[in-house]
């Protein structure tokens, strides 16, 4: 697969933007807000308190902020994901073949991760969403004319991760599940002045044969690139878990998933009630309290006249 890239007149602008997400992924997002709040952390799901951790009626602020900050998510979904995906891939992948492809095994990437690491991250994303997918990308061309220069270069293609929410839309041939588009969102950072970096959105839409890449600045999207590829199809390959159609899926835990946010929110009540029945309040009954403050301790008694009690 040979890439040819060319870069459109810089700053046009279109009129239709990519950066809008199909109804199918519209449908799925909700289950992926509640994978993705039981398997980022308690820090991710302390931010989405109004969804999972509301605040009660007639709770001030300062109390809801601090029975917030005493939550803590236990790890239930992420670590039965984890084991599942390890029990699924107990067994290492063998790679047979010559050379090139034993190399190419040991870096699937292009960033060093081999083929066991780069399954185990892409079957624990289709586990955590319904499916995930391996994007099959190639360095831009060259000049090389054949085969074998380009593996003399070192050019080869590599694996690119790609997790069901950054796939915001497709489109695919009547009558099959050939691929005709599909659009994936994701962040790119780039240098700025000295020192300092900049987070730029962007969408590439991909077609068979080419593809186009959009960013998104200040309300305005820009056509950045285009460049075309030597298949006749859309290198994108799904992993599905629990598959509902063509890059349509359900989490598989979904329901185990709830159950934990149940159980977050539960242990928040308990944490917070714990809290309050713990810290005991000294009660002085028929105190004359002109006489001062008491101090408390093992090492203090109170004196009081009969018939007052202190408990």
């Known amino acids: 697969m040979v890439y040819s890239a060319n870069i ?8 239709e933007s990519p950066f809008v997400r199909n109804l199918d992924v519209i449908a799925m997002m909700p289950d992926w807000g509640v994978m993705a709040a039981v398997t980022r952390g308690t820090n991710y799901i ?21 029975r917030v900050d005493r939550s803590v998510l236990s790890p239930y979904t992420s670590r039965l994901i984890e084991t599942a995906a390890g029990a699924i891939l107990r067994k290492p992948i063998h790679i047979e073949g010559d050379q090139y492809w034993l190399d190419m095994a040991q870096n699937i990437d292009g960033l060093g991760s081999s083929i066991n690491e780069y399954a185990r991250r892409a079957l624990v994303s289709s586990l955590t969403f319904g499916h995930s997918a391996i994007l099959i990308d190639y360095p831009p061309a060259t000049g090389a004319i054949n085969l074998a220069e380009e593996r003399a270069m070192g050019r080869r293609p590599y694996f690119v991760h790609v997790d069901a ?15 005709l588009q599909v659009r994936i969102h994701d962040y790119d950072v780039r240098p700025l002045n000295e020192f300092g970096e900049e987070q730029i959105e962007q969408m590439r839409v991909i077609y068979p044969g080419r593809y186009d890449l959009y960013t998104l600045g200040q309300e305005v999207v820009e056509f950045t690139a285009t460049g075309g590829y030597s298949l006749d199809e859309i290198p994108l390959v799904p992993i599905y878990s629990n598959r509902r159609g063509l890059l349509i899926s359900q989490p598989p835990l979904l329901d185990i998933a709830n159950l934990n946010i149940t159980h977050y929110q539960r242990q928040a009540d308990l944490i917070h009630a714990l809290h309050i029945a713990a810290m005991p309040t000294l009660v002085l009954e028929g105190w004359d309290d002109t006489t001062g403050p008491v101090a408390m301790g093992v090492n203090y008694a109170i004196s009081m006249t009969p018939g007052n009690k202190a408990y």
């Not at 605040?55 to 902020?65: S, W």
């Open 8 to 15: 459109p007149p810089t700053g046009a602008v279109v009129s």
């Open 46 to 66: 302390r931010d989405l308190a109004e969804t999972y951790l509301p605040q009660e009626p007639r709770e001030d602020q300062d109390a809801y902020t601090t």
């Open 165 to 179: 929410p950054q796939i915001w839309g497709w489109r695919k041939e009547d009558g099959t599940n050939r691929l």
